[in-house]
């Protein structure tokens, strides 16, 4: 058995972990640290019952805040192994990090340590520029690395993936379950959960590829920009469909994204097509039939900037440790 975190380590380890995204910044995890290992629960308190009903969208968030804690141990000098669902006892564990004994910074993950706090959803317009091939297969690469794939749309397929996205836009406006649960974590002011209207970014003035979290209840100071005509957009798929799958595309969306933040590259998410069935089957066969989508990910270089929203303290999270 190692030496146990210090109180710094754990300060260090979990707020890198919040930082993590989530549906509607819900933040659904708790942690506990037992000696050199971090678990990572998931808090059903702040799941989505309508809008995430299998729990999918929070097993991934789970998966990602995981990942982050990996990167900041890293960091730290620890070399870590990640174990989803380790406790059949105890199936609230998502995802268990081992820690090794402290040594030097590990190559690789530690680097990207200083993306954590620079990563955020951006839900703005993108520049017209397309994304080196170079730099899309290293994001490939990432994703990979966590046993998830990444596909990347073609014109034809980003067209069909357009006339989904208005089917599943119109679902969404007349579901009234849906957008009330939506507006107890979406829009207005908020100080440290759900996404407050300022971090919306501004609505589009024309259609557009994008996730228009408002739902159509816009503030008055809501600014309108005309968004670019055809964004890059890459599907995050697993070979498997289970909560284990979930939460290793949260590692794997988790290393991409820190990854693509390193690149100056910014994205945000069209999660409304997978949350409806149909929708989700369509875009399963959009991608070859053969993987699960987890995350419908628009990515690019910002043309401007938007304020993010902030999170809990670590602390609000973290249960005991002994
Ligand atoms: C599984 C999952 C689904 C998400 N779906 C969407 C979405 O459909 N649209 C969107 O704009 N943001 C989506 N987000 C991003 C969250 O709203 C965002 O992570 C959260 O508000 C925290 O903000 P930050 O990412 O800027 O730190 C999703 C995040 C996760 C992990």
């Known amino acids: 058995m190692n030496a146990a975190l210090t109180d710094d380590e754990i300060g260090i380890l979990l707020t890198a972990a919040v ?34 009903a299998s729990g999918r969208a929070a097993h991934i968030g789970a998966g990602a805040a995981a990942f982050n804690v990996q990167v900041a141990a890293a960091m730290l000098g620890h ?36 993306e954590v706090s620079r990563r955020h959803t951006y839900r703005g317009p993108l520049l017209e520029h397309r994304i080196p091939s170079q730099l899309q297969r290293r994001l490939s690469d990432a994703a990979r690395t966590e046993g998830a794939r990444l596909r990347w749309l073609d014109p034809a397929d980003r067209s069909e993936l357009g006339t989904l996205l208005k089917q599943t836009d119109v679902l969404e406006m007349h579901d009234e379950d849906r957008l009330h649960e939506r507006h107890s974590w979406v829009g207005g002011d908020r100080s440290s959960d759900g996404v407050p209207g300022n971090a919306l970014g501004p609505s589009p003035v024309r259609d557009a590829l994008v996730r228009d979290l408002s739902a159509g209840y816009d503030s008055a100071h809501r600014s309108q920009a005309v968004f670019e005509t055809d964004p890059t957009i890459v599907v995050l798929a697993t070979p498997e469909e289970d909560a284990d799958a979930w939460v290793r595309a949260g590692a794997a969306l988790q290393r991409v994204l820190l990854t693509a933040t390193s690149y100056g590259l910014v994205a945000s998410f069209l999660d409304q097509l997978l949350e409806h069935a149909p929708a989700r089957y369509q875009v399963r066969e959009l991608i070859g039939g053969e993987q699960w989508p987890q995350m419908v990910i628009r990515i690019g270089y910002p043309a401007q900037s938007v304020p993010h929203p902030s999170r809990r303290n670590w602390r609000d999270s973290f249960d005991q440790w002994f």
Not at 89 to 95: C, D, I, K
């Open 19 to 52: 930082q993590a995204p989530s549906i509607h910044n819900t933040q659904p995890w708790r942690f506990e640290v037992h000696g050199p290992v971090v678990d990572v629960l998931l808090d059903e308190e702040r799941t989505l019952p309508v809008e995430d």
């Open 79 to 114: 070399e870590s192994r990640l174990a989803i669902h380790p406790d059949p006892a105890r199936p609230e564990v998502t995802a268990r990090i081992f820690l090794a004994a402290r040594s030097t910074p590990v190559p690789g993950l530690s680097r990207l340590y200083g």
